[in-house]
C-alpha cells in the first residue's frame, strides 16, 4: 500500500531558524496535503499541494510529483510554530488518505 | 462557525464494554471520517462516510461500526471494547472526498480501554 515517510522525526530550532520538513511517497499521489497538529492534539490543514510550489504566510511547499516527494519550509520559526506536522496522500480512492508518522518541531525562544 | 465537535473529550472504560464517540459537525460536509491516532503509528483511517448511510470500511474497520443518519452527525461504536481499541479518536469532515476539499478535524477523543 501507500507508504508515506516523513524526515526528520524530530527538530529542534532557536526562533527565528527557518525549518526544512520533507514528505516521500511510494506510488503516484492525486493529492498532498500538510497538516499541524498542536501540543494538545486537534489537526488543521496548512495546504493542498500535490504539485509545484505553494505559499501561504511564512509557509512554502515544494511537490516534486515525478520524484514523489513534498517539502514544508517555515521560514522565521516563532515558539508558537511548536508542534507535528503532518504529511498526507490521498491514495486515489476517494476520501481516503494516507498519513506519515509526522514531524515533531519544538521552537524556543 | 466551521466546527467539528467531539464528544467526549476523554473516557475510560472496561473491557467488554459498549463505547458510543460522537462527532458533529455544522458546515454540511458530505464526507465525514473516523480516525485514530497511536504513537509512532499515524493516523489511521476506521471508516468513512460519504453522506447519510453511505458508509465505507477504512484500513482497520474490525472492532467498529458506523452509524449516520444526520448528515451532520456521525457515531463511532465499539462494540465490546478490548484494550487495544485505548487510542486518541479523531473526527473529521470535508465538502466531499479530501481530494477536492479542506479536512476539517474536530479535537478528539481520547479513550482508555481498562
Known amino acids: 500500500g501507500q507508504q508515506v515517510q516523513q524526515s526528520p522525526a524530530s527538530l529542534v530550532l532557536q526562533e527565528g531558524e527557518n525549518a526544512e520538513l520533507q514528505c516521500n511517497f511510494s506510488?503516484?499521489?492525486?493529492?498532498l496535503q500538510w497538516f499541524y497538529q498542536s501540543p494538545g492534539g486537534s489537526l488543521v490543514s496548512l495546504l493542498s499541494n500535490p504539485s509545484g510550489t505553494k505559499h501561504t504566510g511564512r509557509l512554502t511547499s515544494t511537490t516534486v510529483t515525478k520524484e514523489r516527494r513534498s517539502s514544508l519550509h517555515i521560514s522565521s520559526s516563532q515558539t508558537t510554530d511548536s508542534g507535528t506536522y503532518l504529511c498526507?496522500?490521498?491514495?486515489?480512492?476517494?476520501?481516503?488518505?494516507?498519513f506519515g508518522r509526522g514531524t515533531r518541531l519544538q521552537v524556543y525562544a | 462557525d466551521m466546527k467539528v465537535t467531539q464528544m467526549p473529550r476523554y473516557l475510560i472504560k472496561r473491557m467488554g464494554e459498549n463505547v458510543l464517540l460522537e462527532c458533529g459537525q455544522d458546515m454540511s460536509h458530505e464526507t465525514m471520517y473516523w480516525y485514530r491516532q497511536d504513537p509512532g503509528l499515524g493516523l489511521q483511517l476506521i471508516y468513512i462516510s460519504y453522506d447519510v448511510d453511505s458508509n465505507s470500511e477504512g484500513d482497520i474497520p474490525k472492532g467498529y461500526r458506523v452509524s449516520r443518519k444526520k448528515r451532520e452527525h456521525f457515531s463511532l461504536i465499539l462494540d465490546s471494547a478490548k484494550t487495544n481499541q485505548t487510542s486518541v479518536y479523531f473526527c473529521a469532515s470535508s465538502l466531499r472526498g479530501p481530494s477536492q476539499n479542506t479536512l476539517y478535524f474536530g479535537a478528539g477523543t481520547r479513550l482508555s480501554v481498562l
Open positions: 498526507a496522500i490521498d491514495r486515489g480512492v476517494v476520501g481516503q488518505l494516507t
Open positions: 506510488s503516484t499521489a492525486t493529492q
